[in-house]
């Protein structure tokens, strides 16, 4: 059974960072893509970041352009975003993803951790 966690999220100022990792585990599961989605209060989940695990290629959404970076360990099946200048716009509750083919969510998510951004 394929199973994603999530650690790192919290309460942070304007112009702060975080960094959020997330850790897979089940039985032969590397995904080719892996990522992150948000979902803030009353709006419909959004891409964040994916990278693949082939090249390492990322992908971002425009909001977070130049401010937040993903990362990836083949050998550990993790994930991580660091997330630098961050906004109250970015307040959020972040999700691993893995499995899918950008633009897309794959089905494998985690449980979800909360940023919240102060102004």
């Known amino acids: 059974q394929v199973q994603l966690v999530e650690s790192g999220g919290g309460l942070v100022q304007t112009g702060g960072s975080l960094r959020l990792s997330c850790s897979a585990s089940g039985r032969m599961f590397n995904p080719s893509l892996m990522g992150w989605f948000r979902q803030a209060p009353g709006k419909e989940r959004e891409f964040v970041a994916a990278i693949s695990r082939i090249g390492g290629k990322t992908y971002y959404a425009d909001s977070v352009k130049g401010r937040f970076t993903i990362s990836r360990d083949n050998a550990k099946i993790t994930v991580s975003l660091q997330m630098n200048s961050l906004k109250p716009e970015d307040t959020a509750v972040y999700y691993c993803?893995?499995?899918?083919?950008?633009?897309?969510?794959?089905?494998?998510w985690g449980q979800g951790t909360q940023v919240t951004v102060s102004s």
């Open positions: 993803n893995a499995g899918g083919s950008f633009p897309e969510p794959g089905d494998y």
